[in-house]
């Protein structure tokens, strides 16, 4: 059965007419698009998985979406908004594992299914600090049902960050496994937009929606924790200790070593050139 959300999405895709933008509609996403029409955008704001927002972006149904970096990579899409990024230096909070046995003992990993680039990134990891390449399958995010058939889970996005931890698992914090391994901030996303559309213009409207969404973080959070249900401290903490909004030279850095792994362990067939797009 389709969810009402997915209905409207699917509708509106179908009929678009103006400028469609797409999101994930985890929590760290929101500074990014929280000010895109206060600012005067008079397109569309979809939201979708990961998965979701790069396919809509491959099939040019959507004009810009927050990709999984993993995918641009891969091939999706015409280049990235300069300066705009998801990411994290360091613990995420929002990407993790839980594993019933040891990490070099799991053989078997339940994955959310609307997962790409936390999915490729515990590929890299388990195979570089752990020598271990177990059978991952995808299903939907509930951890409970995950670990009943499998030795371990990966969750991703709020359902990772409101997970309900059993003290005999072990969690393992992607975002930190990265920064030991790599020494660098990890970007799971980025804007990334489709080829032929108004690039200059568009990324004018993504850059300053990000930089009016940090300069209201506060509003943010209180909105945020009130709509979810969160914690108005967690939100905070989140949104400004563990989530990083910049895309910089060191971050471009990390997605050219985190493409070069992904050749390395046969998950990419090839580098890719990164194409920054500025604003007009």
């Known amino acids: 059965m389709i ?74 899409g015409s280049g990235i908004v300069a300066g705009v990024a998801l990411a994290s230096d360091g613990a995420v909070r929002s990407v993790l594992l839980f594993s019933k046995v040891p990490t070099f003992q799991i053989e078997t990993i339940a ?47 709020d359902a990772a960050l409101l997970a309900q931890v059993n003290p005999r698992w072990q969690v393992t914090d992607l975002g930190q496994e990265w920064k030991e391994l790599t020494g660098l901030p990890f970007v799971f996303a980025a804007w990334v937009l489709r080829e032929g559309c108004a690039e200059s213009e568009l ?37 400004t200790e563990c989530i990083r909004y910049d895309l910089t030279e060191v971050h471009i850095e990390s997605i050219q070593t985190f493409n070069r792994l992904c050749v390395k362990h046969r998950l990419l067939p090839g580098i890719r050139n990164i194409r920054l797009i500025e604003s007009s």
């Not at 924790?225 to 989140?238: A, G, K």
Request: charged content about 20%; some cysteine; proline content about 4%.
């Open 203 to 239: 990324a004018n409207w993504l850059i300053k929606a990000k930089i009016e969404g940090l300069k209201n973080l506060e509003a943010i959070v209180a909105e945020e924790s009130q709509r979810r249900n969160l914690d108005e401290n967690l939100v905070r903490y989140y949104l």
């Open 3 to 76: 969810s009402s959300r997915s209905a409207v999405v699917a509708n509106t895709l179908r009929r678009r007419k103006c400028v469609v933008i797409g999101s994930v509609p985890y929590l760290n996403a929101v500074p990014l698009t929280w000010a895109l029409h206060k600012i005067g955008f008079r397109g569309t704001l979809v939201f979708g998985t990961p998965a979701q927002l790069s396919s809509w972006l491959e099939g040019g149904k959507i004009d810009a979406g927050l990709v999984p970096i993993a995918e641009y990579l891969r091939g999706v």
């Open 111 to 157: 994955v959310d299914r609307g997962s790409r680039s936390s999915v490729m990134l515990l590929k890299v990891l388990l195979a570089e600090r752990y020598g271990n390449i177990p059978v991952l399958f995808p299903m939907e995010p509930d951890l409970e049902a995950m670990l009943s058939i499998a030795d371990a889970a990966l969750l991703i996005g």
